[in-house]
Nanobody, 127 residues
Framework: VQLQASGGGLVQAGGSLRLACAASGRTFNGYYTGWFRQAPGKEREFVAGIHWSGGNIYYTDSVKGRFTISGDNAKNTVYLQMNSLKPEDTAVYYC?????????????????????WGQGTQVTVSS
């Protein structure tokens, strides 16, 4: 499966962006899809994830109540709606996917559990 991430940009603090992760080559059927982010000098961290069924949704604590992950199986796309953005949300955002059988339990929070990655999209939040 090939993943294409899009939707990043420059926004002021308090603003919103919607990221999209489009799959090609196969559907998300049976996969778990995660959004990760990596700021300069920091490790890549889990932001949010969703099972292809629409369930098993998780968020890292710092984005709870502000970010919403969703999937559109008809469009083979997973979205990350980001509201109330903060300067500390600035990072390159990546989508990743792999079989749910490989990303169960705490494995879903680790980048090493995912075989398929999008190219990343830059999100910059100015103060």
């Amino acid at each position: 499966v090939q993943l294409q991430a899009s939707g990043g940009g420059l926004v002021q603090a308090g603003g919103s962006l919607r990221l999209a992760c489009a799959a090609s080559g196969r559907t998300f059927n049976g996969y778990y899809t995660g959004w990760f982010r990596q700021a300069p000098g920091k490790e890549r961290e889990f932001v949010a994830g969703i099972h292809w069924s629409g369930g098993n949704i998780y968020y890292t604590d710092s984005v709870k109540g502000r970010f919403t992950i969703s999937g559109d199986n008809a469009k083979n796309t997973v979205y990350l709606q980001m509201n109330s953005l903060k300067p500390e949300d600035t990072a390159v955002y990546y989508c990743a996917a792999d079989w749910a059988s490989k990303t169960y339990d705490s494995r879903k929070f680790s980048p090493a559990s995912y075989s398929y990655w999008g190219q990343g999209t830059q999100v910059t939040v100015s103060s």
